[in-house]
């Protein structure tokens, strides 16, 4: 394999085996020669050799495996698939469960987390425990490495500012009433970006109720003068909006610009083609992983990341800096 490969038998061993580090461009060669010479590691021999067990846990928290959260369940499909990719098995765990057995009944070698904020119970679990881990989602600003997140506040924050340059001035934000970091940052990146033009923000955040949601989207699409621009939180409320418009005969894109967030399934389903900022869940998975079987390896010192969600311009709302 490392000659079909072009790589040293060091490099081959790597990439199976989850460890050191390879560059995404070497790592994707050897693990296409894996797949076309049809290797398959025994995973009984490598346990034995290793004293592990080939399997990452990802406790699964109240309503990650609801049907409507698709974005979470596209985000665990991705873990799967970073982690089968690097020769391990993701283990869905009970988010309810006691992290401490789990751990110590050795039937997995590293935990990763998502929805984690400041102050996460299970973080402090596995920092006592000595668990290697990693997470999704931003922990104690002292505790700088083991985490990814995105950074909705910013990412909201250029994609309203660019709306504001393309001309609109009526611009609103639709998101949820809750006490989700995630929801509020969207919302702060919205806020930044409507205060740096002197405008008033129109903020709109019912409560996760289908009837309440309904209830805000039509008032915004009913007010006088109505906005020009709705920035949404979710692909899942632009949907909404699409639906109301819809029936009020209001032209997306044409007539009303909305935007969403996550990227996901809903933002494929939507026509016209749904302007949104997409969570690069795919970079996220492989982070996850590769950082999950570097702390099983002893490195303790690599950094946190933070990064912003993609932009994918939709037909939906154009970003053009409007002339004249």
């Known amino acids: 394999m490392a000659r079909a490969a072009n790589v040293s038998s060091q490099t081959v061993s790597n990439v199976l085996n989850g460890r050191g580090r390879v560059a995404e461009s070497t790592r994707q060669r050897v693990q296409d020669v894996i797949h076309r010479m049809g290797y398959r590691p025994h995973a009984g021999a490598a346990s034995l050799r290793t004293r592990r067990s080939g399997r990452i846990a990802h406790p699964i928290q109240p309503g990650e495996l609801d049907p409507s959260n698709t ?16 020769n391990h098995n993701l283990v869905l765990a009970d988010g309810d469960g006691d992290i401490e057995s789990l751990v110590h009944s050795g039937a997995v070698d590293a935990v990763v987390l998502a929805d984690v904020v400041a102050g996460d ?34 990412s909201v924050r250029d994609l309203t500012a660019r709306l504001l ?7 609103a934000f639709l998101g949820y009433a809750t006490q989700s970091r ?3 940052d969207r919302e702060a990146g919205f806020r930044d970006a ?11 955040k019912p409560p996760l109720d289908p009837a309440a949601v309904r209830d805000a989207i039509g008032a915004l699409l009913d007010a006088t003068p109505r906005p020009t621009a709705i920035v949404t939180g979710s692909d899942v409320l632009a949907g909404g909006v699409y639906v109301a418009a819809s029936r009020r005969k209001i032209r997306i894109g044409d007539e009303l610009a909305v935007t969403g967030f996550d990227g996901g399934l809903v933002a494929g389903l939507l026509s016209p ?3 949104t900022l997409a969570i690069p ?8 992983v590769d950082r999950a079987l570097a702390e099983i390896n002893g490195a303790t010192d690599l950094p ?6 993609e932009l994918i311009a939709g037909e939906s709302a154009s970003l053009d800096v409007a002339s004249g």
């Open 121 to 154: 119970p299970r973080v402090s679990a596995l920092l006592r425990l000595g668990v290697p881990f990693a997470c999704f989602g931003r922990i104690e600003p002292e505790l700088s490495r083991n985490w990814i997140d995105v950074d909705g506040r910013a």
């Open 71 to 86: 974005i979470m369940l596209e985000f665990i499909r991705a873990l799967t698939a970073a982690a089968g990719r690097r």
């Open 182 to 184: 995630w929801d509020s």
């Open 165 to 171: 340059r393309a001309g609109h001035e009526r611009i």
């Open 281 to 288: 869940l795919q970079y996220v998975g492989n982070w996850l």
């Open 304 to 309: 946190s990341e933070l990064i912003t969600a």
């Open 273 to 275: 083609s749904l302007t």
């Open 194 to 204: 409507v205060a740096a033009t002197g405008l008033v923000a129109r903020v709109h």
